[in-house]
């Protein structure tokens, strides 16, 4: 008896609970899964764990996948909402521990390059040094295609603090990547 592999077979049997099923859908997804994950965090550690953490909820909720839209991007949703989510979290918990009294939890800062050209590793680096919110609304936005109001709603922020947060983090990865070319020429070394 031969196994169907197909798409649609395989989440079957994933949501009957059989676990080579689930498998073969980590393996399917994880690349993209982690990709999306290391964007909005910056760091590899901590996307290695956001990536685990949403596969745990995918599976947990694998049972509620409809089919509505492909299984990637419903695992590629769960993999943002989650990362945000902890993200968020971390946030909150570093503002309480720093005496925080309020307001936004979104980072501070100002960027994007003007040219898409850009050396990947200089981009990369650019986008590591952003702070949580800028990194997490340029991200969304530009990468992802979310729409203020989409964004307003997953981080829990007004929709002009998107917009806001968007300018100044394309202001910032402009500057950042502009210092790294002028490292570059002056020592040779980004």
Do not use: C
């Amino acid at each position: 008896m031969t196994r169907d592999f197909t798409e649609a077979a395989v989440i079957k049997r994933a949501r009957a609970g059989e676990s080579e099923a689930l498998k073969l859908l980590y393996e399917r997804h994880s690349s993209r899964v982690y990709t999306v994950v290391r964007r909005l965090a910056g760091d590899d550690d901590l996307a290695a764990d956001l990536a685990q953490d949403a596969w745990v909820n995918a599976f947990r909720k694998i049972r509620d996948f409809r089919g509505d839209a492909s299984f990637g991007t419903w695992v590629h949703r769960i993999a943002v909402n989650t990362a945000l989510t902890r993200l968020r979290q971390a946030a909150r918990r570093r503002d309480l521990q720093e005496g925080y009294d309020g307001g936004s939890t979104l980072g501070n800062a100002d960027a994007w390059p003007a040219s898409r050209a850009t050396d990947r590793v200089t981009v990369q680096r650019a986008l590591d040094v952003l702070p949580e919110g800028y990194r997490a609304v340029l991200w969304l936005h530009d990468v992802e295609g979310y729409t203020h109001e989409e964004i307003s709603d997953r981080l829990g922020i007004a929709v002009g603090t998107s917009k806001s947060q968007l300018s100044k983090a394309r202001a910032r990865m402009r500057a950042l990547v502009e210092a790294a070319r002028v490292e570059v020429l002056d020592h040779g070394t980004p």
